[in-house]
């Protein structure tokens, strides 16, 4: 056994190596790819020591009023998602990094989101989340485009004006618990308004960081104009950065469930209706990206696991996406596209779609093995069909990209994605045999993975056979979705759902005793 | 009258609410980088005034000061909210520069500023986008 102080000290050391490898990589140009793989390496060696069972290490920096940081199962899978898409990111990268300082960058941006999943304090959490929301900046700004100018300025002004209002929130929840610790929202008194306002604030906050619903507007235009690697990146894990504190305080606040259940199908649907209506595959991904976040929230306990499934998959889409000759998908599948290039979009839109030996199964699976409770704020036989419909939705959104004819050629354009396909079909292909893992799909679930599967590409082929008449009539003018993503319905929607979240607290009664008590046990 | 806590705290507030609305519904981009400064100043001022509800004091005492602290009339102020404000200070003043920075250089796009001009870079833009949005 590792004595304790030992353990925090490297664990110190391992959380300030990204920063001061950054620095040294500024000095020393030569340097930066080798330490940037160094980082890489020792955040996936301490997820892969986290996702151990029973590991908890919680520590605390300068005294008990301090930074407070706990690394634990919670963490553990966002910790191996950061590895393995900025790990990607890399290996696409080394032949040719992008112009201007991108590998100091995305040291910085591994080192922020490190500690923003193991940040269990408001404050640190602000920090941390602000360095990433910069870093995310200034990766957009790689190339200095009037239009990327303009992407990332409304990136940082939506951002930090959220991250102001969480601060707010913070400074409200602290002259009640005298405490930023997310641990000291557990015992509150219900019913206080100064206390509504503050929490649902904080929730404001990380919920438009991890682009979810109506505060999440702000993320297609951002994905789909920025660079390949850096919508991998924003993609894949930035937003994780949100959900992951998000997901801790939905599990120590189990009254408050029902808030979050009915943000995250809201999320889901809208996600869903915007990826089905879009012509670009860029965008498409980015919407998808907003209604899987949705899902993670459904079921707090499973929900990590289900975002590494998720943005190990869209990171591979992503940097597929930026080598394919055309990004608009009503031309799409009249190419055939290199097999390297073909695979990672294969792979990953399968394995978000949720087919069976692939990795996206597995964590779909554990996320609709529910408490006995069902979803707190939902109707139990709502439920039954709801998620499997949901679920054929998403099959439908990927069914898209999988319709593509394969060419010939041994290039490999974009290696990265390949790396993320594979650990997807390897891990799907290991998963059962892991200490604590899923066991073998029984045939019933089988089954039922296959009929999701064969339902979204009959929705597929549907909207397929459906286009012509649909044009020939003149319905498509009148079928278009309204465009929600100027910068002013991005402010007013935070407006908005700072107002709605407000409104369900205070009206939140607080659950009874007994199922608190049957609650608790399910999320242990 | 008023408790002047509250009423300081409802002021505060105020100022934060005032800046979100200025930054929603200015249309120019410097006001609208200004609003959001508007809104940092109703934060930090919200943790100031969460600093002194315990009292006025700052818990700095000098060399011959030691002796204060057993003096338990004195009501000295929280230092925890001062001090972690300050790393919000230094993060709300860096990412005004980068706004302003950007701001900067497209202001040589358009010299009014206006957000509609800006927004129309994406929505006009490249042929193959466009193309996809049509279809």
Redesign the interface.
């Known amino acids: 056994m590792v004595d304790p102080t030992t353990l925090d000290a490297w664990l110190i050391a391992w959380l300030l190596l990204p920063f001061l490898a950054a620095f040294s990589s500024a000095l020393l140009p030569r340097l930066a790819r080798p330490l940037a793989l160094v980082c890489v390496l020792t955040t996936l060696a301490w997820g892969v020591w986290a996702s151990l069972p029973g590991r908890q290490v919680l520590f605390e920096l300068i005294g008990s009023l301090g930074v407070q940081l706990q690394l634990d199962g919670v963490a553990a899978p966002f910790l191996l998602l950061n590895a393995l898409v900025v790990l990607a990111v890399l290996v696409d990268s080394w032949r040719q990094p992008p112009p201007g300082p991108f590998l100091l960058l995305l040291m910085v941006l591994l080192g922020g989101l490190n500690s923003s999943f193991l940040a269990t304090d408001l404050v640190s959490l602000y920090v941390a989340l602000e360095v990433v929301g910069i870093t995310a900046f200034l990766l957009i700004l790689q190339s200095r485009e009037p239009r990327q100018l303009w992407i990332a300025l409304r990136y940082l002004l939506v951002g930090n004006g959220v991250m102001t209002l969480f601060l707010i929130g913070t400074g409200l929840l602290y002259l009640y618990t005298g405490s930023f610790r997310l641990q000291s929202l557990q015992d509150l008194p219900p019913g206080s308004t100064t206390l509504a306002v503050g929490l649902a604030l904080v929730m404001l906050g990380l919920l438009t960081k991890a682009g979810v619903f109506l505060s999440g507007l702000w993320l297609p235009q951002t994905h789909a104009e920025a660079p390949a690697q850096v919508s991998a990146l924003l993609s894949g894990v930035v937003v994780a950065g949100g959900i992951c504190p998000l997901l801790r305080l939905a599990l120590l606040l189990p009254a408050q469930q029902p808030v979050f259940t009915w943000v995250g199908l809201a999320s889901v649907l809208l996600g869903l209706v915007y990826a089905l209506g879009d012509g670009d595959l860029k965008r498409l991904l980015a919407w998808s990206t907003l209604s899987q976040m949705g899902f993670a929230l459904l079921n707090p306990a499973a929900g990590g696991l289900f975002v590494l499934g998720h943005g190990v998959a869209k990171g591979a889409l992503f940097l597929a996406a930026g080598k394919v000759p055309s990004r608009d998908l009503s031309l799409w599948g009249r190419q055939p596209l290199a097999p390297a290039l073909a695979l990672p979009l294969l792979v990953g839109a399968l394995s978000i779609a949720g087919a069976p030996p692939l990795l996206g199964y597995y964590t779909k699976a554990t996320l609709e093995t529910l408490p006995i409770t069902g979803i707190p704020g939902l109707p139990v036989q709502l439920l039954g069909w709801l998620l499997p419909l949901l679920m054929v939705g998403t099959a439908a959104v990927y069914a898209r990209i999988c319709w593509l004819p394969l060419g010939a050629g041994w290039q490999v354009p974009a290696p990265g994605g390949l790396l993320l396909a594979l650990v997807l079909v390897l891990v799907g292909l290991v998963a059962p045999l892991l200490p604590g893992g899923s066991p073998f799909p029984s045939t019933a679930a089988l089954g039922k993975g296959l009929g999701v599967l064969a339902a979204g590409a009959a929705v597929e082929a549907l909207r397929r056979g459906l286009r012509r008449p649909v044009t020939a009539l003149g319905f498509r003018h009148r079928l278009r979705l309204p465009n929600l993503e100027s910068l002013i319905d991005l402010l007013g929607a935070l407006a908005v759902v700072g107002a709605g979240l407000q409104l369900l607290l205070l009206r939140m009664q607080p659950l009874s005793a007994d199922l608190l008590v049957v609650e608790a046990v399910c999320l242990v | 009258m008023p408790d002047p806590f509250r009423l300081l705290e409802a002021m505060v ?1 105020l100022t ?1 609410l005032v ?2 609305l200025g ?3 200015r249309r120019n ?1 410097f006001l ?2 200004l609003a ?1 400064d508007v ?2 100043t ?2 930090i001022s ?2 100031v005034l ?1 600093a002194a ?1 315990s009292g006025l004091r700052t818990p700095i005492l000098a060399r011959g000061e030691l002796a204060l602290t057993a003096v338990p009339s004195i009501a000295w102020a929280d230092a ?2 001062q001090a ?1 404000i300050l ?2 200070i230094v ?2 003043l ?2 005004q520069a ?2 302003l920075v ?2 900067a ?2 202001s040589r ?1 358009d010299p009014l500023l206006d ?1 509609a001009s ?2 129309a ?3 006009a ?1 490249p042929p ?2 466009a ?5």
């Open positions: 507030l934060a800046g979100l930054l929603i519904w981009l609208r980088a959001l809104m940092g109703g934060a919200l943790f969460v509800r925890i909210p972690v790393t919000a993060i709300g860096s990412i980068l706004l950007v701001i250089r497209l796009l957000t800006f927004e870079l994406v929505i833009a193959e986008a193309a996809g949005r049509r279809a």
